[in-house]
C-alpha cells in the first residue's frame, strides 16, 4: 500500500535553515504536500508541488521533488523559532483524493 | 485561512456511547472530507462528501458514518465509542477554485473514557 516516510524530530537554530525530509512509495502520486501542525491546532496548507516539477520556491520555503528516487524535502530559510510545530508530508494520486499522510517531523528551533 | 469551523472544539464520551462532530466550510468549498489523527501519528482518511452523497472512504468501520448537507456542511457520527477512538477529527475541505489544494479545519478532540 502506499507509504510516506518522514524522520520524527530536527532541532535547528535560529536563523539556520532546516530541511526536512519525506520518502513516498507511491508511483502514481501526482500531487506532494507540505502541512504544518502548532499544538493544538489543526493542519496549515505551507506549499504543494506537482509530480512535473522538480522545484518550487515559496518566500522563504523551497520544496525539491527528485520522483526518480521518490522523495521531497523542505527547506525553510532563516528559520524561525515561530518555525517550530511539526511538519507533515502528504502525497496525493490527484488533487481531490485522500491525503496519505507521514508521521511528521517535529521542528524544534532554538534560540 | 480557509474559514472552515468545526464544533465542538473538545468532546468527553466514554465507551459505548455516539458522538456528531460537525463541519461547515465557508462558500465555495463543496468537497469535505474527515481524518482521525491519533495522538503522535499523521491524519488518517475516515471519508469524503461530495454532492451529499459518500465518494470515498478509507479503511474504517461502519460504525463511522457521515453526511453532507445542501449547504455543503457535514457531519461525521461515530456508533459504540471504543477507547481506541479517541483522537483529533479533522476535517478538510476543497472546491472553487482549489480542487488540488485541501485546507484543514482546527479539529475536534475526541476523548472517550
Not at chain 1, 501526482?30 to 491546532?41: C, F, N, S, V
Not at chain 2, 463511522?64 to 475541505?93: I, K, M, R, T, W
Amino acid at each position: 500500500g502506499e507509504d510516506v516516510e518522514q524522520s520524527l524530530f530536527l532541532s535547528v537554530r535560529e536563523g539556520d535553515s532546516s530541511v526536512i525530509n519525506c520518502t513516498y512509495t507511491d508511483s502514481s502520486s501526482t500531487y506532494l504536500y507540505w502541512y504544518k501542525q502548532e499544538p493544538g491546532a489543526g493542519l496549515q496548507l505551507l506549499t504543494y508541488i506537482f509530480s512535473n516539477m522538480d522545484m518550487k520556491q515559496d518566500q522563504r520555503l523551497t520544496v525539491l521533488l527528485n520522483k526518480k528516487d521518490k522523495h521531497l524535502s523542505l527547506r525553510i530559510a532563516d528559520t524561525q523559532t515561530g518555525d517550530s510545530a511539526i511538519y507533515f508530508c502528504a502525497e496525493s494520486d490527484s488533487g481531490n483524493t485522500p491525503l496519505v499522510f507521514g508521521k511528521g517531523t517535529r521542528l524544534s528551533v532554538i534560540a | 485561512d480557509a474559514g472552515v469551523t468545526q464544533s465542538p472544539t473538545h468532546l468527553i464520551k466514554t465507551r459505548g456511547q455516539q458522538v456528531t462532530l460537525r463541519c461547515s466550510p465557508k462558500s465555495g468549498h463543496d468537497t469535505v472530507s474527515w481524518y482521525q489523527q491519533a495522538l503522535g501519528q499523521g491524519p488518517q482518511f475516515i471519508f469524503q462528501y461530495y454532492e451529499e452523497e459518500e465518494r470515498q472512504r478509507g479503511n474504517f468501520p461502519d460504525r463511522f458514518s457521515g453526511h453532507q448537507f445542501p449547504n455543503y456542511s457535514s457531519e461525521l457520527n461515530v456508533n459504540a465509542l471504543l477507547l481506541g477512538d479517541s483522537a483529533l477529527y479533522l476535517c478538510a475541505v476543497m472546491g472553487g477554485s482549489s480542487y488540488n489544494e485541501q485546507f484543514f479545519g482546527p479539529g475536534t478532540r475526541l476523548t472517550v473514557l
